[in-house]
């Protein structure tokens, strides 16, 4: 692993000892207006995902899960708040709620309903334990030299899923290799810790596909469909395109950002400059362009106006020019992928986007320092990760020391 601030030692550490060592707040995008047919709940949530709160005011209020808006999600093993909305004839239901792992802190009201993506950005509070007796002034040193130059837009490890694989799924998808997939999707039993579905994957190597599937944890609904549907004499195709969309549409994101973690790992030591032909990203507003005279626009990359970003791929993004645009053609020319394979049926189509190599890094608070601990506070945008400012920090390239992160 290479670091943009390789020449600073880390303060070492583990982080999310407990859930209060993780502390992940949003910040709303817009205030609540006071009126309108929607309750904003603001609610603090510990150990559990954002999906399974989502399931309890569900149920518990008997919504359908369209009549829930939410911004962002936010991981299991943190203490988080964030904003949830409902349905305003909802409002005398509320106090009949039994909630479990989380509670409404707040409510407020507004015209519309919460979308995904609708927040400014997270602010973070967390923990580093086991640190080095010189956590302290090696943090502030990495910290003001991020606030300089940026944090690295990496999605890393937590975009991959379990076993690792998310991205490679996703790319055998976008290339119709759907024995392939399947094999992958049962897992490698190598990889495997549960001894259920280290069998079950066993089995399924060795083409015993209904040993497979009596193996197979009942929890893995997804993949006993697939065995099933196999075991009935369907192909593999038929099988693989059967599975959930927005499961499908997880793995061909974590492909992108794959191949985005790629590009950026290429151009890391100099992230923050600009070379002829880049796509340039403004962080006011998402907008992008093209990089004529890298010299000329270089001082408003300083001012962190604009950074260079790189694709993720897509049907219908722009690919840049020049040295930038020959790294990205030739990543996807060695994938056998072009831009068109990302065109899929059942509405899996990725047009594509720019995303920026950089994300400025605001806020910035070493909160407390003890003998072997430090906590910190930063504000990120969204759709970036909090592990970025982590792996800087300590230097760790275990991920058994750095535990995932999702936003």
């Known amino acids: 692993m290479n670091w943009l601030t390789a020449d600073i030692p880390g303060t070492g550490g583990i982080y999310k000892q407990t859930t209060e060592d993780f502390q992940v707040e949003e910040i709303p995008l817009y205030p609540c207006s006071g009126k309108g047919e929607h309750l904003y709940l603001w609610i ?68 519309n309903k919460l979308r995904l993506g609708h927040l400014s950005g997270n602010r973070f509070t967390i923990t580093l334990r086991n640190t080095l007796a010189e956590a302290v002034p090696r943090a502030e040193k ?32 976008v290339q119709k290799e759907f024995t392939l997939f399947c094999q992958e999707f049962i897992g490698d039993p190598q990889l495997i810790r549960n001894p ?52 499908l549409r997880l793995f061909l994101s974590a492909t992108q950002s794959y191949f985005f973690d790629q590009l950026l790992q290429q151009r890391l030591a100099g992230l923050d400059l600009l070379i002829d032909g880049d796509i340039a990203v403004k962080h006011s507003n998402g907008a992008c362009f093209r990089v004529e005279n890298a010299v000329q626009e270089q001082h408003r990359a300083n001012n962190f106006e604009i950074s260079p970003s790189a694709p993720l791929f897509g049907s219908k993004v722009m690919l840049a020019m020049g040295q930038p645009g020959t790294a990205e053609k030739t990543l996807l020319q060695e994938s056998g992928l072009t831009l068109d394979s990302w065109k899929l049926p059942q509405g899996l189509t ?44 300590t230097k760790q390239t275990d991920p058994g020391h750095l535990i995932s992160i999702t936003q």
Not at 153 to 171: D, T
Not at 365 to 390: D, E, M, N, R, W
Request: aromatic share 6%.
């Open 44 to 111: 603090e949530k510990t150990g559990i995902t954002t999906r399974n709160l989502l399931s309890q005011l569900s149920q518990g209020l008997k919504l359908k899960d369209r009549e829930i808006g939410y911004a962002g999600l936010k991981d299991a093993r943190a203490l988080t708040r964030q904003m949830i909305s409902i349905p305003f004839n909802k409002i005398d239901d509320i106090g009949k709620l039994d909630l479990k792992g989380c509670k409404i802190l707040k409510i407020s009201r507004h015209n």
């Open 142 to 173: 990495i910290l003001t030299q991020l606030q300089q130059r940026g944090v690295p837009n990496l999605f890393g490890e937590q975009r991959y899923g379990i076993l690792g694989n998310s991205a490679k799924l996703g790319q055998l998808f």
């Open 196 to 247: 259920e579905w280290k069998k079950a994957a066993e089995y399924f190597q060795q083409g015993q596909l209904q040993a497979a599937y009596d193996n197979l944890p009942g929890k893995m609904r997804d993949e006993r469909r697939l065995l099933r549907m196999l075991l009935e004499g369907k192909s593999h195709h038929t099988a693989v395109t059967a599975l959930p969309r927005n499961l």
């Open 350 to 393: 990725m047009p594509g986007e720019r995303r920026p190599l950089r994300v400025p890094l605001g806020e910035v608070q070493i909160v407390h320092a003890g003998k072997s601990h430090l906590t910190l506070s930063f504000i990120l945008p969204k759709g970036s990760y909090a592990t970025s400012v982590l792996r800087e920090l």
